[in-house]
């Protein structure tokens, strides 16, 4: 059946038939799988947006408004904008390594990862890597924090290019936390690296280190193994910081 759309239209325009809703961009009629949402791909987004224009991806399952400027991704129902956590990638396995390869890239400054450990084979310290093509960067570690403790106060902790960044002990079962900040690992510059971390394991309550790595290389990756070579049974996810 042939539509009669209206004579003029101009962007923004919607037309509804047969139950179906069809919006008006970059001089054509499209219809919407979802009314006032328009269906595309990442490579086929309208020219020539509208304000409030909210359009879905279906090569990468996102919805994005345009806010007048730019394309604004859109967060169950709530528009983010150019503020907040952006999921990159997760990597959960039991293995003596964990790693995630291929998440740094330009795109972000600054990323932050969140690890989780349910369960050690052997008493140990987890050690910290930046990787750059699936090979990690084994010197020229630098940092200091504390470590602390739930019947003592707390103790410094120092390396010197070292080859890891330490920042928790664990044990068997031990269930150990960590949030760990790198900056810049793209570009071939010293690396800034902050860990925090919580682990439940005996006396040891957690552990604060500041530093940098210190080479001037360019890093896609980082990886976590622990000192004794024990095999983690754990989870990785990375995010990428936006940028304003």
């Known amino acids: 059946m042939a539509i009669d759309f209206p004579n003029s239209p101009t962007a923004g325009d919607t037309f509804t038939v047969g139950g179906k809703v069809w919006a008006y961009t970059d001089g054509k009629w499209a219809i919407n799988a979802v009314a006032g949402v328009g ?28 806010g007048g400027a730019a394309w604004q991704q859109v967060s169950g129902g709530t528009a983010v904008g150019n503020s907040g956590l952006v999921y990159i990638g997760a990597y959960s396995a039991s293995a003596t390594t964990l790693f995630i390869d291929g998440c740094f890239t330009s ?61 928790s002990a664990a044990t068997g079962a031990s269930y150990t936390f960590a949030s760990i900040s790198v900056s810049r690992p793209y570009i071939a510059q010293p690396t800034p690296i902050t860990i925090d971390s ?3 394991y005996s006396n040891y309550a957690g552990g604060s280190m500041r530093g940098y790595h210190g080479l001037g290389t360019a890093y896609d990756g980082f990886q976590i193994t622990m000192n004794t070579g024990a095999t983690i049974t754990g989870i990785l996810r990375v995010y990428g910081v936006r940028q304003a």
């Open 198 to 200: 919580t682990s439940y």
């Open 39 to 66: 269906v595309f791909t990442s490579s086929t987004r309208p020219t020539t947006p509208y304000e409030g224009q909210v359009i879905y991806e279906t090569d990468t399952d996102l919805s994005y408004v345009w």
């Open 107 to 167: 795109t972000y400054n600054n990323y932050m990862i969140v690890f989780e450990s349910t369960n050690v084979t052997a008493t140990g310290s987890f050690m910290f890597k930046l990787r750059a093509s699936s090979t990690a960067a084994t010197n020229n570690y630098y940092y200091g924090g504390l470590q602390y403790f739930t019947n003592a106060a707390a103790a410094a902790a120092q390396g010197s290019n070292d080859s890891s960044m330490l920042f």
